[in-house]
């Protein structure tokens, strides 16, 4: 597993904080746009449902970023880009067969994210706030599977997506306000 240097720069603290109270608006705005739109497929809920993994891909490009400065978790952050980009193709596919084929593939990228947001929210521990990243992918994956487990029964929506989503913009927030000061890293 990646490991981390010992004191991380005050910098790649203050640009993770950044970056989580960006994804938690994000998904708190995203969430609310895809409530009013989660009955059907439609265009905007086939936008929405696009964007917001090609949005994470981004973010974890920015992340990137900042873990490289610091010796971080690259590794875990290549796969969370590698699954989020996958996942925007897949959405823009399966949008095409239903809400059933749509919650699959969410499910399966639920699971998948989840699985790597523990893995990096362990590596990264000491910067403080992991606690909540790592309860998010834990809940991801438990979330993901019931997505796949919704798309075999008729009349799904994609109202739980919407939550999902916001919740874990939750986490995001959690996370960037425990996040430590440089010099409190141990």
């Given at each position: 597993m990646?490991?981390?240097?010992v004191?991380?720069?005050?910098?790649?603290?203050?640009?993770?904080?950044?970056?989580?109270?960006?994804?938690?608006?994000?998904?708190?705005?995203w969430?609310?746009?895809?409530?009013?739109?989660?009955?059907?497929?439609?265009?905007?809920?086939?936008?929405?449902?696009?964007?917001?993994?090609?949005?994470d891909?981004?973010?974890?490009?920015?992340?990137?970023?900042?873990?490289?400065?610091?010796?971080?978790p690259v590794r875990?952050?290549?796969?969370?880009?590698a699954?989020?980009?996958?996942?925007g193709?897949?959405?823009?596919?399966?949008?095409?067969?239903?809400?059933?084929?749509?919650?699959?593939?969410?499910?399966?990228?639920?699971?998948?994210?989840g699985?790597?947001?523990?893995?990096v929210?362990?590596?990264?521990?000491?910067?403080?706030?992991?606690?909540?990243?790592?309860?998010?992918?834990?809940?991801?994956t438990?979330?993901g599977?019931?997505?796949?487990?919704?798309?075999?029964?008729?009349?799904?929506t994609?109202?739980n997506?919407?939550?999902?989503?916001?919740?874990?913009?939750?986490?995001?927030?959690?996370?960037?306000?425990?996040?430590?000061?440089?010099?409190e890293?141990?």
């Amino acid at each position: 597993m990646d490991t981390l240097v010992v004191n991380a720069p005050t910098s790649v603290t203050a640009a993770l904080r950044r970056l989580y109270l960006l994804r938690f608006a994000f998904a708190a705005v995203w969430a609310g746009l895809l409530f009013t739109t989660a009955d059907t497929l439609g265009p905007i809920s086939v936008t929405l449902l696009v964007l917001y993994p090609l949005f994470d891909a981004a973010c974890a490009v920015v992340d990137l970023r900042s873990a490289r400065a610091d010796g971080g978790p690259v590794r875990g952050l290549y796969v969370n880009l590698a699954l989020s980009a996958l996942t925007g193709v897949a959405l823009a596919v399966a949008a095409a067969s239903g809400i059933q084929a749509v919650l699959q593939v969410w499910g399966i990228w639920a699971i998948t994210a989840g699985i790597t947001q523990v893995a990096v929210g362990v590596v990264r521990r000491r910067l403080g706030g992991q606690g909540a990243m790592i309860a998010s992918g834990s809940i991801s994956t438990l979330a993901g599977a019931s997505f796949v487990a919704q798309a075999s029964k008729d009349g799904a929506t994609l109202t739980n997506i919407a939550g999902y989503a916001l919740l874990g913009g939750i986490f995001f927030l959690v996370s960037a306000l425990r996040l430590k000061p440089a010099g409190e890293q141990a």
